[in-house]
């Protein structure tokens, strides 16, 4: 029990024992480190940064580092000592000036109350309290709205960090506060050298088929990486004298399929041979894989074969797969197809009556379109005649492409009256009927290919769409059904003219950020049906004194009502009465209009 203790309560993870501790340390987040150490240095730090991202890329990390950067008792630096009090402090999570908020358990408006009353004092120990706001996305609207007045205004001495893995749920008033930093998922390199270093560093011997193993499974996420790592090291026995990551012992712990299986399996469906294809499938089933994740290896491995086929000077990995016989074996259109027949059936495995059943179907769909010598229909054992070469390939393509709601194709009936046929959403290679006419033993039976129908063309945008002025444009705006930036967008946009289908408006150059393409076109559409028509949106500079936009009349109304509900309050006699004879006084900016709700 004594060595346990010993040993085992000691042991510090690895991602909280390799966690950066300077900015220069960090992997994969330089753009985001050059903007803080621009701040840092120059002297030019906002009161309030919004950190992004997939878990496990750095955000709480760099959030940490800044803290250490301000209050470094060696002076406010982009690189701290990492040696005074202050800076191990933060590093162990127990400084008095930095305070760590976890939102999805804080989402309540008297959270937020305390965080500002507290807000107001003076940092205790350093120069500058920060507080870092994780998740902060799980906060209720009532806690936005209290938080909203001093995350805009914040005392000097204070500074938050917001930290978010989905930004999509911020209101847009916040957003505008904050300067937002999206940090980037890692790539597999990326994660691989880290690792490397890592067990570098712990005297930890691995082969690289494992690293490049662990690091896949991270999915982008090095603190995932990093746990994975940990695992390993635990289910394989690395840790002690003589033990190793061996590439094998990683793959039976992540469920992972060993490569030359898939290799297998696409020889098997290059060579056309379905006893051999299920073989390798009973094969697979006896380690209990994640079916899904063999259609992933599936489909990494036919991504490598058409890079070999159609850019043959681009290097690949052979990874278990024999690419090259492949990649000569199988036309490039025929490896497009089982590539989507792949993505497909990776969607239906969690929809087919077993996961295994699935993935069978799948290969063997694969296997019907196979192709054969010459571009002749080749037979399959047990299943009679099936359609192949180029024209079945060129069918199966199309009707993986056709859209679910496009209208089901027919096919021609070899009979002599035209019957419509049956309409099953995939259906394009029609097989002769049971019974066909008898044809020569020489003969290949007729294969009959459905048409594609053409996607529907767009209709044409109108000549001219219906008059508007300035009044008719801010009425018009405040009615569209918009949400989030679209709406602000819309709100933000002065209306100049329409000529013909041409919309021009004006916007503010403070707000240039939200004419982005995509929220131009979400504008573009809601305006089609009040307009007539789907306009074009052409923006221009023009005199503020010129235009308003719908925020600046809703701005004027809301100083109008509160002008008269002043003057309201102050004319009501016992109003005069209480301050003329009981002495009372008004707080300042205590009148709200009745109708004012909420914060807007």
Known sequence: MEAWQNTGMSYLVLARKWRPKRFAELVGQEHVVRALTNALETGRVHHAFLFTGTRGVGKTTIARIFAKSLNCEAGTSSDPCGECETCRAIDAGRYIDLLEIDAASNTGVDDVRELIDNAQYMPSRGRVKVYLIDEVHMLSKSAFNALLKTLEEPPGHVKFLLATTDPQKLPVTVLSRCLQFNLKRLDEQQIQGQMTRILEAEGIAVEPGAIRQLSKAADG??????????????????????????????????????????????????????????????????????????????????????????????????????????????????????????????????????????????????????????????????????????????????????????????????????????????????????????????????????????????????????????????????????????????????????????????????????????????????????????????????????????????????????SNAENSFMSDPDVQRLMSQQGARLVPDSIRPFEERGFQ
């Not at 209306?495 to 979400?522: N, T």
């Open 221 to 562: 996420s090095l603190r995932d990486g990093l746990s994975l790592l940990d695992q390993a090291i635990a289910y394989t026995g690395a840790g002690g004298e003589g033990g190793a990551l061996g590439d094998a012992a990683v793959a039976t712990m992540l469920g992972s399929v060993d490569r030359t299986r898939v290799g297998a399996l696409l020889s098997a469906l290059a060579d056309g041979e379905g006893a051999a294809l299920l073989a390798e499938v009973a094969t697979l089933a006896e380690f209990s894989p994640d079916w899904g994740g063999v259609l992933d290896a599936v489909s990494e491995a036919l991504h490598r074969i058409q890079v070999r086929q159609l850019v043959p000077e681009v290097s690949v990995e052979s990874d278990g797969v024999d690419v090259d016989a492949i990649a000569s074996a199988v036309r490039p259109e025929v490896v497009q197809l089982w590539y989507q027949m792949a993505l497909n059936g990776r969607r239906d495995v969690g929809l087919a009556p077993s996961p295994r059943a699935g993935f069978e179907m799948t290969v063997l769909r694969m296997l019907a379109f196979r192709p054969a010598e010459g571009g002749a229909a080749a037979p399959a054992a047990g299943s009679g005649n099936r359609a192949s070469g180029p024209a079945a390939a060129r069918a199966a393509l199309a009707a993986q492409a056709a859209p679910e709601s496009a209208p089901a194709p027919r096919a021609a009936s070899p009979s002599p009256q035209a019957v419509p046929a049956p309409r099953p959403p995939r259906a394009i290679v029609q097989t002769p009927p049971a019974r066909p006419a008898p044809q020569p033993a020489h003969a290949a039976p007729p294969v009959e290919v459905a048409p594609v129908a053409p996607p529907e063309a767009s209709p044409p945008m109108a000549a001219k769409l219906r008059t508007l002025d300035a009044d008719q444009w801010l009425d018009l705006v405040a009615d569209l059904p918009l949400r989030g930036p679209v709406r602000e967008l819309a709100a933000s946009a002065a209306f100049v003219a329409l000529d013909g289908a041409v919309l021009r408006l004006a916007l503010p150059e403070a707000d240039e950020h939200l004419k982005a393409p995509i929220m131009v076109h979400q504008l573009c559409e809601a305006l089609a049906g009040p307009l007539g028509g789907v306009p074009q949106i052409r923006f221009e500079t023009a005199a503020a004194s010129e235009t308003v936009t719908l925020h600046e009349r809703n701005a004027r109304e809301r100083d109008a009502r509160q």
